[in-house]
């Protein structure tokens, strides 16, 4: 059984920062991408970011490059996403993956795995 744990989650306002952190748990992931999504209100759920097991590469959504940074702990099924220079834009409720892998036919990222989600709230 696998299990996604999201945390540091909450409000800030706009240009505030926020560290979110994703263990996993029930399997090793040190050779899976991981990656976060989001979803935000009325809206389909969204790539952000994905970083390959051996931390050498990331990828970004376009809206969040540069003020979003993903990567892995020390402990290899651990990730997570320091968001800097948060917009109201930023609000959604975002999502831990793993086993991230691009699919050139959807023209989009997927995954195996989803932790539960947790809240960040941009105000303005």
């Known amino acids: 059984q696998v299990q996604l744990v999201e945390s540091g989650g909450g409000l800030v306002q706009a240009g505030g920062s926020l560290r979110l952190s994703c263990a996993a748990s029930g399997r090793t992931f040190n050779r899976d991408s991981m990656g976060w999504f989001r979803q935000a209100p009325g809206k389909e759920r969204a790539f952000v970011a994905v970083?390959?097991?051996?931390?050498?590469?990331?990828y970004y959504a376009d809206s969040v490059k540069g003020r979003f940074t993903i990567s892995r702990g020390t402990a290899e099924s651990t990730v997570y996403l320091q968001m800097n220079s948060l917009k109201p834009e930023d609000t959604a409720v975002y999502y831990c993956?793993?086993?991230?892998?691009?699919?050139?036919?959807?023209?989009?990222?997927?995954?195996?795995?989803w932790g539960q989600g947790t809240q960040v709230t941009v105000s303005s």
């Open positions: 970083v390959t097991w051996n931390g050498g590469t990331t």
């Open positions: 993956a793993a086993g991230v892998k691009y699919s050139p036919g959807r023209r989009s990222y997927e995954a195996d795995y």
